[in-house]
């Protein structure tokens, strides 16, 4: 007997960067369409890359595209490098034209509608800019200990002056007082993934405002073992949230208008990228904020599924 198996196109693109082999791969199937939620999974599963990213036809008229994202272990409402990618692999696909852009794509995910500014970069790539809705931060009030002893710090590696956070997307934001304490983080997978769950936390970023390059504003480490992700390389959605820190800490102008800064996560894990962030201020206050990158393409194939 033959087994019939479906035929999909899929690209491999590492996000946040324009150097192949950097920043965060993804995982891009834009051929979702017919595809059920467990062969999703099953894909991811086989992709074993942070997230992999499907696209549909949408189910509501104000979206584009319907696009889901799963870890190799369950689906995300939010994700920032493979929404990325996802663009990327739409512009190679020639599913956007060069000559009708910029554009703004708006997808249907399940985190609710998120519109993507695209526009050509330097004459030849894109550049994506993710506008999530403006989200929240609040104080994290349960004890810090073992969360911190999972991480391998100690309570004198936080910064005093700026608060642990969590954000919309329920992950920590964990302020450190120099470079060199988030280069030496030793997590324990199993315990952290335990004290996340317990917490109801997606995922643990660890910062600092001490950079590698100078013309950063922080940079990063984010983890999310019970996910299937014990360290994320670069991650989009986190950084939607990082700018309301740096508000809060006085690190962005308290002038009304659009500041732009970069932020850095991977470079421990040998796959360094960089985000733009864009803070849009009114009246004295945050109003909305984009993530923006780049992608380049790894890989295209096929994949065979039953």
Not at 86 to 102: G, I, M, V
Not at 131 to 152: M, Q, Y
Not at 250 to 277: K, N, Y
């Amino acid at each position: 007997m033959i087994e019939v198996v479906t035929r999909l196109t899929l690209f491999q693109i590492d996000a946040f960067t324009t150097a192949p082999f950097t920043g965060n791969p993804a995982a891009v199937v834009l051929e979702g369409e017919g595809l059920d939620e467990t062969t999703m999974q099953a894909i991811a599963r086989e992709m074993n890359l942070s997230e992999t990213a499907f696209l549909s036809s949408p189910s509501v008229p104000a979206a584009h595209y319907r696009l889901r994202w799963f870890t190799p272990t369950r689906e995300v409402t939010f994700c920032g490098h493979a929404t990325i990618a996802t663009c990327h692999a739409l512009f190679e696909a020639a599913r956007l034209s060069p000559a009708l852009l910029p554009t703004r794509i708006v997808f249907e995910t399940l985190g609710g509608l998120l519109p993507v500014s695209v526009e050509i970069h330097e004459g030849w790539g894109i550049r994506a800019w993710i506008e999530p809705a403006l989200p929240k931060i609040e104080p994290f009030s349960e004890p810090l200990a073992p969360l911190l002893d999972a991480l391998g710090l100690g309570s004198d590696t936080l910064l005093p002056s700026v608060p642990v956070v969590t954000t919309s997307e329920r992950d920590l934001l964990l302020p450190v007082r120099t470079l060199e304490v988030v280069r030496r983080l030793a997590p324990e997978s199993t315990r952290l993934a335990a004290i996340a769950e317990a917490h109801r936390l997606r995922g643990i970023c660890v910062m600092t405002f001490e950079t590698l390059e100078p013309g950063s504003a922080c940079h990063s480490r984010f983890f999310a073992p019970h996910y299937g992700i014990p360290e994320d390389p670069v991650t989009g959605s986190v950084h939607a949230s990082l700018p309301l820190l740096l508000w809060e800490a006085g690190r962005l102008p308290r002038t009304d208008g659009v500041h732009r800064i970069q932020a850095e996560q991977g470079d421990e894990l040998g796959r360094p990228g960089r985000l733009l962030l864009d803070i849009t201020v009114a009246a004295g206050a945050p109003t909305a904020i984009r993530v923006g990158g780049q992608a380049v393409t790894v890989a295209r194939g096929e994949i065979f599924v039953p």
